[in-house]
């Protein structure tokens, strides 16, 4: 019977182990009767629970019961000592009777218990509750009968409560624990059906051994009826050893422990085999899809395109197809960690199969990263060759332009000019076509490596069209280009004619014969008729020609001499200015300075003069400004020489005094 059943009756304290003993060492059990009607059969059920409880052995040295009729009639009291003889006839050995202080009539209740003493088998004594001490002792007796045992039944209650609590989920837990050790002990098949079923029990192990170890700590320390005991007397607990709860909380904690243990070996062995198993799950699942639909997706993409638009449409696709390759390689970066954790803590015979699965999960996985990185180099070399076909194709189409458009040319500068520009341009052509070589040659290096990634499919027919696509386009601009270098070589030779035709135009120009320049004209006429253009010459050619002349000879002459001049003074002034004038042999003659100062002079005046034509026109050389400035320079250099002429002639004239002081002390 469990407490729990009949908590009500437990509550109303019909019946109580005190925890106190008589001088025999048998328990007391006390009975205290009330005022109102008492339940026989509520008494019945509450005396059937506590005999259960004490042992076999305590249960042989008998009880002594004490009942309380202090607040009771007669008749209750002896209908309840009638009513031991069938609950417990053969454990009591003496019934104590308490009396109240009124009256009861003793020649009946002695006649009554005298007449019913070899019946009951027990002996029944009337006392009153001071005179209770000389059957039993102070010390084991509680306060209602003078005694000092100090007994809350409530806490017992509590107490109690927990203990059967206890026992019975200890021992349901300890059952379930032992079928699921021992399911563990079997043959695999038993293994993997057991792992099937829930291994959890019924209760949680943490939380009833954490309630054994306090319900234990507990009775070691005699308080389990909550008390410490007062008056100077020892409390005593029903649930002493006597009693079998210390040694039957320790005995299952001892059990519970060992099975737990064995318990959280089978949990952690299952755990290890659940994780095994699902990292193979997750690792064929990662196998399966590199190897079936992402080397799929792979093996129909090998074109390069044929333009920057279809080649960079193809790089959008892969990288379509490394995003979804990126979320498998992402698993299999947490389960090779997770295997490695498994490596590093595993059991021997699990190494062998864990190291397989890693082994076979990183040869997959590098070999289809080494396939998608192989492929997006390619698709990046096919990218930079038609980048560089394109540009060329430009570079071409600009070039061409400028062959097929008119020239014409202002004067030989021009023509020069855009000689320079179309060889700048055909430069530019032939460094493009020597990197769409060096570029197509790389890709086409690439497509003889392509086969060994194919696993196993046959690229033979796409290598050929991309190799002959790469082979096209090269061809096709070295056609291109050598078309357009012999239209440069055209053009360069019709410029090189102009220049010839400019030239002499000019020529004729400098040269101071007649004869010479309509030698030069006629030369120019047959050269316009040759290069289909028009001359610009005209009927007033040779005039000019003449006028022009005579101008540039005057012009011509008049800036020689004034070269000269310039040449003269600079020439005598720095010779002046390079002597020093601290030493006698090195001062300058006078006539020197003279010189500097009239050549300077008549050149000063020079430069204020225009140059006249002989058809009476005048021009001045150079701007006002540009004049302005060579005259202060002259003027400039003047000055210095007349400060030095200056130096010298005070020096002269300190040596004469010098001269002068030394004749007379001589003399």
């Not at 959280?264 to 196998?287: A, N, P």
């Not at 490596?343 to 996985?365: H, I, P, R």
């Not at 280009?481 to 120009?509: A, G, P």
Request: hydrophobic share 35%.
């Amino acid at each position: 019977m469990e407490a729990s059943k009949i908590l009500p009756m437990l509550k109303k304290k019909l019946a109580f182990l005190s925890g106190g003993k008589d001088r025999r060492s048998g328990l007391i059990l006390t009975i205290p009767l009330c005022t109102e009607q008492t339940s026989m059969e509520e008494l019945s059920a509450t005396l059937d629970y506590l005999l259960g409880i004490p042992s076999e052995k305590c249960k042989a040295r008998g009880f002594t019961v004490i009942v309380d009729g202090r607040k009771s009639q007669w008749n209750i009291v002896k209908t309840v000592v009638l009513m031991l003889q069938n609950v417990i006839p053969a454990e009591v050995s003496l019934v104590c009777v308490v009396k109240p202080d009124e009256f009861w009539d003793k020649k009946v209740t002695h006649f009554c218990f005298w007449k019913e003493k070899d019946r009951l088998g027990f002996e029944v004594i009337l006392v009153s509750a001071n005179k209770l001490t000389r059957y039993i002792e102070p010390c084991q007796l509680t306060d209602e009968f003078g005694g000092s045992l100090v007994y809350d039944h409530l806490d017992w209650l509590n107490k109690r409560l927990v203990f059967e609590k206890f026992t019975k989920e200890s021992t349901s837990l300890l059952d379930e624990l032992t079928v699921i050790n021992e399911n563990e002990k079997g043959s695999q098949a038993e293994k993997d059906r057991s792992s099937e079923s829930n291994i959890l029990p019924s209760f949680d192990p943490e939380t009833v051994l954490q309630t054994g170890h306090e319900l234990l700590s507990e009775l070691q320390q005699r308080r389990f009826n909550g008390s410490e005991g007062g008056g100077g007397g020892t409390a005593w607990s029903p649930m002493d050893d006597e009693l079998l709860a210390q040694p039957q909380v320790m005995k299952l904690l001892d059990s519970l422990r060992e099975q737990y243990t064995k318990y959280q070996e089978v949990c952690r062995q299952r755990s290890k085999r659940s994780q095994l198993e699902e990292i193979q799950t997750k690792v064929m699942q990662v196998v399966n899809w590199l190897e079936g639909p992402g080397t799929e997706q792979l093996r129909t993409q090998w074109g390069i395109g044929d333009s920057i638009r279809a080649s960079q449409a193809l790089q959008q696709k892969h990288e379509e197809i490394e995003s979804q390759h990126s979320e498998w390689f992402a698993v299999y970066v947490e389960l090779n960690q997770q295997i490695a954790a498994l490596l590093s803590a595993g059991d021997e015979e699990d190494l062998m199969e864990l190291k397989g699965l890693q082994q076979q999960l990183s040869d997959v996985c590098y070999r289809q990263a080494s396939q998608l990185e192989f492929r997006q180099n390619v698709l990046q070399s096919a990218h930079e060759f038609h980048m560089t076909a394109q540009d060329m194709s430009q570079q071409l189409d600009g070039l061409l332009g400028m062959l097929c458009a008119d020239v014409a040319p202002a004067d030989g500068a021009a023509i020069q000019q855009t000689l320079k520009h179309l060889e700048e341009k055909l430069k530019s052509v032939e460094g493009a076509l020597q990197s769409l070589r060096e570029k197509g040659q790389v890709l086409l290096d690439q497509m003889s490596t392509q086969t060994s990634f194919s696993y196993g499919k046959d690229v033979g027919i796409e290598n050929k069209e991309n190799i002959d696509h790469i082979h096209s386009v090269m061809e096709d601009m070295q056609l291109r280009k050598q078309r357009c270098e012999d239209m440069v070589d055209v053009r360069r030779l019709k410029m090189l004619q102009m220049v010839q035709l400019f030239k002499c135009e000019e020529d004729r120009l400098l040269e101071s014969t007649y004869d010479y320049g309509r030698q030069l004209l006629q030369a120019t006429v047959v050269l316009c008729q040759s290069l289909r253009c028009t001359t610009r010459s005209s009927g007033d050619t040779l005039p000019r020609l003449n006028r022009v002349w005579k101008q540039f000879t005057v012009t011509s002459d008049e800036r020689q001499h004034r070269l000269e001049m310039a040449s003269a003074f600079h020439t005598a002034a720095e010779k002046i200015l390079r002597e020093s004038p601290e030493l006698a042999e090195l001062m300058v003659d006078v006539e020197a300075y003279e010189e500097v100062e009239t050549v300077g002079k008549g050149l000063l005046d020079r430069l204020t003069v225009p140059v006249i034509f002989p058809d009476g026109s005048e021009q001045f050389f150079g701007s006002p400004g540009d004049m302005a400035s060579s005259a202060e320079s002259i003027r400039e250099r003047m000055k210095l020489v007349e400060e030095k002429r200056f130096l010298q002639e005070e020096a002269e004239q300190r040596l004469d005094e010098e001269s002068l002081e030394a004749g007379p002390r001589e003399s």
